[in-house]
């Protein structure tokens, strides 16, 4: 019950394209669900985070998609572009304050 | 200077040493964490304490200790290395913020390699 699978493992987009990124999980409990971008040599730093109270949040070219009755949410990368190259980890978390995260998506954007 | 840092950076070490990674912050927050990245395996929690006198146990704590020196210090020790101790290990903190309660905010992460 407290996994978190993300797929899929790595994507190769277009510039200019879509990136979709999709995350699920089993622990109705959870109620925080946040997205961590990773560039090499680094540690993962927040992109955006999204509660259950909402089905979508936006800011700029990044979209979380939330599905409470599937138990899915997903990250959508509009206008891809080769900045964004990175690997995006999906994580969820109830009231103990532990993120329970996703295996990674290795995420290359093709100029 | 970066809210979190973690020394050393880089470590070669042979099976049987002692090892500790370190962890400093001067984000002023209560929670810190250590994780291990594997590739393929995500983020696995090893530690995680709340305040100075609060640590718990993660998912993968086995083989690892840790010390909550003070509120801004948490260092991670591998009693005696292993092989399959060879990893990415990230330090994290945590506290309320403008963000919400739950963002983490990560150290550059020590490679250790175990020979």
């Known amino acids: 019950q407290q996994q978190v699978k993300q797929s899929p493992q790595s994507l190769i987009v277009q510039k200019g394209g879509i990136s979709i990124i999709n995350c699920a999980y089993e622990n109705t409990a959870f109620d925080y669900f946040p997205w961590y971008q990773q560039f090499p040599g680094k540690g993962p730093a927040l992109l955006i985070a999204?509660?259950?109270d909402v089905s979508e949040k936006k800011e700029g070219r990044f979209t979380i998609s939330f599905n409470k009755s599937a138990k899915q949410f997903s990250l959508h990368i509009m206008d891809s572009q080769p900045g964004d190259s990175a690997t995006y980890f999906c994580?969820?978390?109830?009231?103990?304050?532990?993120?329970?995260w996703g295996a990674g998506t290795k995420l290359i954007i093709k100029p | 200077d970066a809210d979190v840092t973690q020394t050393p950076r880089n470590r070669i070490t042979k099976t049987g040493k002692r090892i500790m990674l370190e962890c400093s912050q001067t984000?002023?927050?209560?929670?810190m964490y250590w994780y291990r990245q594997d590739p393929g395996l995500g983020l696995r929690l090893i530690y995680y304490s709340f305040d100075v006198k609060d640590i718990n146990k993660g998912e993968i704590s086995d083989g690892y200790s840790v010390s909550r020196q003070a509120q801004a210090k948490f260092s991670l020790s591998l009693e005696s290395a292993i092989p399959n101790q060879t990893a990415l290990y990230f330090c994290?903190?945590?506290?309320?913020?403008?963000?919400?309660?739950?963002?983490?905010?990560f150290g550059p992460g020590t490679r250790l390699t175990v020979l």
């Open positions: 994580a969820a978390s109830g009231s103990n304050y532990q993120l329970i």
């Open positions: 994290a903190t945590a506290g309320k913020g403008l963000e919400g309660t739950d963002t983490q905010y």
């Open positions: 984000k002023g927050h209560d929670r």
């Open positions: 999204i509660r259950p």
